[in-house]
């Protein structure tokens, strides 16, 4: 499988890309819809275990852990890292298809922006941009003319 991320009117959606689109509306079939996104990976060696809606994926975090800790796997259980919320669609894509990328991500956690805000552009500067009047002439340090 060939999986994307694709984020669509604030919601993530998961698409195999191998997937041919429908002959009718051009569009693939998703296999999952969801607000946020949560990945489960080994914190030391970034392999990506599983990726979801996080109710799911912190559900199976939780048996995988209590499985590994019973079995005495201990160190193994400590390493898995979940991280979900709005991540960047980029990010959540290059974990799928780069291994051991999901420990860059870890680190980068930080700075990385909100997954759903589109990024910041400049402002367009217009004949009605800031401090202007309606008739496009600065009105700033101006007295009035009455």
């Known amino acids: 499988m060939d999986l994307q991320y694709q984020l669509k009117a604030g919601s993530y959606y998961l698409y195999d890309m191998k997937e041919p689109p429908s002959p009718y509306t051009g569009e693939r079939r ?43 796997a201990i160190d193994i259980a400590n390493d898995i890292v979940v991280v979900s919320g709005p991540l960047p669609v980029e990010e959540i894509n290059k974990c799928l298809g780069i291994s051991g990328y999901c420990r860059r991500l870890f680190h980068r956690l930080h700075a990385l922006p909100h997954g759903k805000f589109p990024k910041a552009t400049p402002p367009r500067q217009g004949p009605f941009s800031q401090q202007q009047s309606a008739y496009g002439a600065s009105s700033a340090g101006r007295r009035p003319t009455h």
Request: glycine share 10%.
């Open 30 to 72: 998703f296999r999952l819809k969801t607000d946020t996104v949560a990945i489960a990976f080994d914190r030391s060696t970034g392999e990506l275990h599983q990726h979801g809606n996080p109710t799911r994926i912190q559900s199976w975090a939780t048996g995988a852990r209590r499985r590994l800790r019973a079995a005495g």
